[in-house]
């Protein structure tokens, strides 16, 4: 089935797409609960551009990696180290900017958090490295 040379796309990069979609999902439901004022921030221009570009970011990787894009697989890739370089300096230099934040933005970092590494994870498989290097660049589901 997912077997080195077959065109089908192997579990690993399934799975890996529907954790970013879920991520995807997350931060849009985020992005909307703050638009409502129901979890206050600073900026709310600011916290919804934010949300909305990481949501469309997020959604176009889960399709592009689903499609067999090695471009996007490097490219979420670099995003993600930078990212989570960026939030564990954060939070060794500045820890009480994350914990002064409301519970329900806690949660959604640590939520974001699990999924993308999950899906760093899984997009790394020895199988799915083989699916992408062989250049198996389809349309989405």
Same mark, same amino acid.
């Given at each position: 089935?997912? +077997?080195? %040379?077959?065109?089908? #796309? $192997?579990?690993?990069v399934r799975?890996a797409a529907?954790c970013l979609?879920?991520s995807?999902?997350?931060?849009l439901a985020?992005t909307?609960?703050q638009?409502?004022?129901?979890v206050q921030? $600073?900026d709310?221009v600011?916290?919804t551009?934010?949300?909305l570009l990481?949501a469309g970011?997020?959604a176009?990787m889960?399709?592009k990696?689903?499609?067999? #894009?090695?471009?996007?697989?490097w490219?979420f +890739? *670099?995003?993600?180290v *930078?990212?989570?370089? %960026?939030?564990l300096?954060?939070?060794?230099?500045i820890p009480q900017a &994350?914990l002064s934040? $409301?519970a329900?933005? @806690?949660?959604?970092?640590?939520?974001? &958090? %699990?999924? @993308?590494t999950?899906?760093? &994870?899984?997009?790394?498989t020895?199988?799915a #490295? @083989?699916? &992408?290097?062989v250049g198996?660049a389809?349309?989405?589901p």
């Amino acid at each position: 089935m997912s +077997a080195t %040379g077959s065109t089908e #796309r $192997p579990t690993s990069v399934r799975r890996a797409a529907a954790c970013l979609w879920a991520s995807a999902a997350v931060a849009l439901a985020l992005t909307a609960i703050q638009l409502l004022g129901m979890v206050q921030v $600073p900026d709310t221009v600011a916290a919804t551009v934010i949300g909305l570009l990481s949501a469309g970011f997020l959604a176009l990787m889960a399709a592009k990696l689903a499609a067999g #894009r090695r471009w996007a697989l490097w490219l979420f +890739a *670099i995003v993600y180290v *930078i990212g989570t370089l %960026g939030t564990l300096v954060s939070a060794i230099v500045i820890p009480q900017a &994350f914990l002064s934040q $409301p519970a329900l933005l @806690q949660a959604s970092t640590i939520l974001q &958090f %699990g999924l @993308q590494t999950v899906a760093m &994870f899984l997009i790394f498989t020895s199988t799915a #490295r @083989q699916w &992408f290097k062989v250049g198996h660049a389809t349309t989405a589901p």
